[in-house]
Each structure stands twice: as structure tokens, then as C-alpha cells.
């Protein structure tokens, strides 16, 4: 009997995490809600998801909960937790705001929308705060099956449909690799807690098994990321997806893939970072190289992200593969700046788009700038932050970490880095030219009348400057997550 209530959680075992218990408390509370809310009142519903993760953002500002290591090393809340999550709050919080108008004009919102994103948001806070195997693969699959709903979100567009079966069918691969090289490393340790892999990493007697399940977690964490040579899903998913989707998809799962990626091979398999650096390192090379060349072949801008989310994800695993207490806050610092960016460029898709209208292919943002200055002077600062070009933010990520990968003695990928950057420049450049120096096209749109999606997209672009001119508090908080 006293065994037996050893056993049992304790309030303290719960405590650091309240912020996820109220989020996902308050997803199932909201999918209960909407079943009494009519059409015409949904905005009650996106209301009350808003405010659901902005308790979330204000527990983990204050730190309610507190820290600590609980369920028996399971579920760890540290600084870099925190960080991650925070970020990952303000992303999902952008994503609804932007999609609220577009969703309701095409009648394509509901209750799930919201509950989906808070569902996926979930996992990804599961998912940076993982100590065990078990965790992680929890934290993947909530994420993972959400994301698959939401890209279907139009039941009745065919482009979306086959998207997402092509996610699911992709995704379900990548997590069987996953989670088979999680197998070949819990064989070798005989332990599910990465810290206990750690330990065990040094003296088991079972390299050759150790080394193959890194190689397939490498593969999985590559998927997630959107790494080449395993991005193919990526561009039919940006294409397909509806425009707040694609945005969703483009920034804070990144985000949470880099915190997976951080807890499987520095937490987990940190002894083997002389093999696994390599295997990053290389991944980071080719996703430079195939995301860059295949982006300047777009004529669609979303398709143009997509791969361009290759290019940025190489730059990624260049700060995880330079290692260290600096390449992680310089990756980290990447992760977190580029969801700021994919947001950005995906919120004037939004606010561009009407019903029965899609602005997402280059040449409709001929002639932006006479029609619209405003605008096309928030998609300016987004493109040349995605270029990398000074004062702002894009530049100072690109620069930590190639940096990083200098410092990790990796000199040969930093100047593939520079290299891939300056051929990157060439398509961001390309929309500027469009926006300014091509003739209107088509008869003027009318403005988007979503007020809050123009405050909040003007503040997001421009802060991409303003942040760019500030960017050292930002880079020292990346750092404070892996101090120690």
C-alpha cells in the first residue's frame, strides 16, 4: 500500500505543468462551447481560444508552475522549455489572428479550427519539454495529427485534400523512422529517460545498434524540420494548405522541431555528437544547396517559401551542428526569428487575398507599390529579412549562426552558408522588383477590412526592422536557455 501511493503523482509532479493542463483543459472546454454556438457567433469561440493562450503566454512569463524535472524524468521545465514555448504561444497566437478574416470569408472556420491549433500547440509544448522517449513521441503525434485535420481543413478543394493525404502518408513515415531508431537506442541503453541514455551511452556494449538508431532519429528529426533530402512533402503542403494553415505549419512546429532535435541528440545521444554533428552538418549543406536552387524556379509564392523553409531549416541545422552552449542559442535565436518572418510573409498572403482570389503566385504583387504603398512596404521589410540583408533581423540570425558553425570548427559549411545566402537573395529580391518596378496587373482589389490583422501584420513586418536594429536581448535569452 505504501508502495502504491509512492507511486501516485503528487501536486508537485503537476505543478510545472499547468500551462499545458489549462491548454489543453481548454481545448476540450471550447470544442463543448462550440456545439451550442450558432454560425452566426463563432467569433465567440476565436475569442476564447485567443484568450486560452494568452493565460498560457502570461503562466509561462510569470513562471506559475515553477520548474523541474517530474514523472519520474518524463517531463522536464527548464529555461530552454520555457523559451521555446513562449515563442511558440506568440506564433499560434498569430496564426489566429491572421486567419480569423480569411477563414469566415470563405465559411471555411469552426470550432475545431481553433481547437486544432490549441491541440498542436499542445504537443509542441509536450514536445521541447520531453525527458523520455515516450514523451517525445506523444508530443510528435499530438502535433503530427493535428496538422494533418488542419491542412484539410477545405473538404472541398481537391489541391488541399491531396496535400494532406500526402502529409499523413509522409508523416507517417517519417514518425516509423523515428520511432524505430528509438527502438535500436532504447535495445542499446535498456532506458527510455534521455538522460539515462546518456549515461548509459558510455558504457554500452552495443555502438553499432546505438549509432544506426541515432542515424534514423536524425532522419525523423529531418522530416519534421523540413530538411532536404526529406522536404518533398513541404511544397504541396505550403501550396495546398489554406493560406493561415500554411502559415501555421511554416513557423512554430520548426520551432518544436528544433527543441526535439535538441532533447534527442544533446540531452539523449550527446556522447555521440562526433558522429551525429556530421550527419547534421550534411543535412544542412544539402538543404542550402536544393532549397535555394529549386526556390528560384517558383512562380508560386507559397511553393517559394516552401522551399525556401528548406534553405532557412539548412541554416538551422548550422547552428545544432557548430554544437555548443552558442550554436544551440544561435539555432535557437534562427528558429525563433524566422517563424517571426514566415508569419509576416504569409500575413500579407492573408490580408492581399479576397474571396475567389488567392494572391499567392509572384506576378500577383505586380505594381504592389502603386496600388498599395503600405503594403508593399511591409512585404519589402519581409523579403529582404528573409534575404538577409542589414539592419534587419534576418541579417543578425544568418550571422550568429554562421558564426556558430565557425566556432564548431566547421569552416567549410559556413562558407557554403555565405555562398547559398547571396544565391537566396536572388528570389526574395525578384518579389521587390515585381512589388516596384512592374506595371498593376488586373483590376485593384478592395482593402481587407480586418482592422486587428492590419495592426498586428504591420507590427510583425516592422518589427522585423526594429528588432533587427535591437536584436542583442533577444540572442542573450537564447543563450540564458542553455547557460549551465
Known amino acids: 500500500m505504501i508502495a502504491s501511493t509512492a507511486a501516485m503523482p503528487t501536486a508537485v509532479d503537476v505543478l510545472p505543468l499547468l500551462p499545458e493542463l489549462v ?19 463563432k467569433v465567440w469561440t476565436h475569442c476564447l481560444s485567443v484568450l486560452v493562450l494568452i493565460a498560457v503566454l502570461g503562466m509561462l512569463l510569470t513562471g506559475v508552475g ?54 498542436a500547440t499542445a504537443g509542441m509544448m509536450v514536445l521541447v519539454s520531453a525527458g523520455s522517449l515516450v514523451m517525445v513521441y506523444l508530443g510528435l503525434e499530438l502535433l503530427a495529427l493535428s496538422s494533418y485535420a488542419l491542412v484539410a481543413v477545405d473538404r472541398d478543394s481537391r489541391t488541399a485534400t491531396e496535400a494532406a493525404m500526402k502529409y499523413i502518408v509522409l508523416g507517417s513515415l517519417a514518425s516509423g523512422l523515428l520511432l524505430y531508431g528509438m527502438s535500436l537506442i532504447y535495445g542499446a541503453t535498456g532506458t527510455l529517460n534521455l538522460a539515462e541514455i546518456h549515461t548509459a551511452i558510455m558504457t554500452t556494449k552495443e555502438p553499432v545498434l546505438l549509432l544506426t538508431g541515432t542515424i534514423f532519429m ?45 532533447r534527442l541528440l544533446e540531452v ?97 504583387f505586380k505594381g504592389l507599390n502603386a496600388r498599395n504603398p503600405w503594403m508593399a512596404g511591409l512585404m519589402l521589410c519581409v523579403m529582404a529579412s528573409l534575404a538577409g540583408i542589414p539592419p534587419f533581423l534576418g541579417f543578425w540570425t544568418k550571422l550568429t549562426v554562421l558564426n556558430a558553425a565557425v566556432q564548431g570548427g566547421m569552416l567549410w559549411l559556413a562558407i557554403v552558408g555565405v555562398i547559398c545566402a547571396v544565391i537566396g537573395a536572388f528570389y526574395y529580391l525578384r518579389v521587390i522588383k515585381v512589388m516596384y518596378f512592374d506595371d498593376p496587373v488586373g483590376q485593384p482589389l478592395p482593402k481587407n477590412q480586418d482592422h486587428l490583422l492590419g495592426v498586428v501584420l504591420g507590427v510583425n513586418a516592422l518589427g522585423l526592422l526594429i528588432l533587427g536594429l535591437a536584436w542583442n536581448p533577444i540572442m542573450a535569452w537564447c543563450q540564458q536557455a542553455f547557460a549551465g
Open 23 to 41: 491548454l489543453v483543459g481548454g481545448a476540450f472546454l471550447l470544442l463543448i462551447v462550440d456545439l451550442f454556438i450558432g454560425d452566426r457567433h
Open 66 to 119: 515553477g520548474g523541474g524535472t517530474v514523472f519520474n524524468g518524463m517531463f522536464v521545465r527548464d529555461t530552454a522549455a520555457d523559451v521555446m514555448k513562449v515563442a511558440i504561444i506568440v506564433l499560434s497566437l498569430l496564426t489566429l489572428i491572421y486567419g480569423w478574416s480569411y477563414l469566415r470569408e470563405r465559411k471555411l472556420y469552426s470550432g475545431e479550427v481553433s481547437v486544432l491549433v490549441l491541440m
Open 218 to 262: 536524425v532522419a525523423g528529426v529531418a522530416f519534421k524540420l523540413g530538411a532536404a533530402p526529406f522536404h518533398m512533402w513541404l511544397p504541396d503542403v505550403y501550396q495546398g494548405a489554406t493560406a493561415p494553415v500554411a502559415l501555421f505549419v511554416s513557423s512554430a512546429p520548426k520551432l518544436a522541431a528544433f527543441g526535439m532535435a535538441w
Open 268 to 364: 539523449g545521444a550527446g556522447p555521440l555528437a562526433d558522429h551525429w554533428r556530421w550527419l547534421v552538418a550534411g543535412l544542412a549543406a544539402l538543404s542550402l544547396l536544393v532549397g535555394n536552387l529549386m526556390a528560384i524556379m517558383q512562380s508560386n509564392l507559397k511553393r517559394m517559401l516552401a522551399y525556401s523553409t528548406v534553405s532557412h531549416i539548412g541554416f538551422l541545422l548550422m547552428g545544432l551542428a557548430g554544437g555548443g552552449e552558442y550554436g544551440y542559442a544561435a539555432a535557437l535565436f534562427y528558429a525563433i526569428s524566422y517563424g517571426l518572418m514566415s508569419t509576416a510573409a504569409f500575413g500579407v498572403i492573408i490580408a492581399l487575398s479576397r474571396q475567389g482570389f488567392e494572391a499567392e503566385n509572384i506576378n500577383d
